[in-house]
């Protein structure tokens, strides 16, 4: 039992290591995306910094396995490496225990990997989604650009001003793409403005004297 306990945690501390370094590098390339939203007035501070933190917790599905062969390379390794292994061997410890010490932590492995599909990631993505629609129709329109395109988040829309009155908070020469449930919308007006809807709630955009074209796809 101390030897099995000796190359379970041989492995599994590494594994958490490299895990740990992987989910970094993952939110870090997934938040660099965010910060362009952010510098662009499309999403807060806080909201960028709870979406990069989110962004491991969707990732650990993959991250674990691949830290999990890592750990296994690296562990062995410098088990073989510094000759403990041929040690082991003299002792009668064989290669199929060694496997057996490894089996345990995959299985242990493949149980949470399967808990975070049904449980954690599930719920990281909803909460990511909402996120975005709060940062959507929080959108601060003094904070865009006129003639650039504005991809709002991880959506298919794409907003485009060719002129922005800061002062009425309005935009001038509006072009508005949307794609939802198979079907393309397109909206072209001369002027657009954020409104409070019904509820008071959600802002909405308001296109004045445009039109709206439906793309079947």
């Not at 958490?16 to 007035?41: E, K, N, P, Q």
Request: negative net charge.
């Amino acid at each position: 039992m101390i030897i099995h306990r000796y190359i379970f945690l041989e492995i599994l501390k590494p594994q958490l290591l490299i895990c740990t370094i992987l989910a970094v590098i993952y939110a870090s390339f997934s938040s660099a995306a965010y910060l362009a939203d952010a510098a662009h007035g499309l999403l807060s501070g806080a909201t960028v910094i709870n979406m990069t933190l989110l962004q491991p917790l969707i990732g650990l599905e993959a991250l674990l396995p691949t830290a999990l062969y890592l750990a296994i390379v690296i562990g062995l390794g410098r088990m073989y490496n510094d000759s403990e292994m041929t040690a082991l061997s003299a002792t009668g410890f064989s290669e199929l225990q060694v496997l057996k010490s490894e089996l345990l932590l995959a299985i242990l492995t493949a149980i949470i990997v399967g808990l975070l599909s049904i449980y954690l990631r599930p719920w990281a993505y909803q909460t990511v989604y909402k996120l975005e629609a709060q940062a959507l129709a929080e959108l601060d329109i003094n904070k865009l650009e006129a003639g650039r395109f504005y991809k709002l988040g991880k959506t298919e829309s794409v907003l485009f001003a060719e002129n922005i009155s800061r002062e009425h908070g309005r935009l001038d020469g509006v072009f508005f793409r949307d794609h939802a449930n198979g079907n393309t919308r397109i909206i072209r007006a001369q002027e657009a403005y954020l409104s409070t809807s019904e509820s008071g709630a959600v802002p909405v955009m308001i296109f004045i004297n445009g039109r709206a074209y439906n793309l079947d796809n």
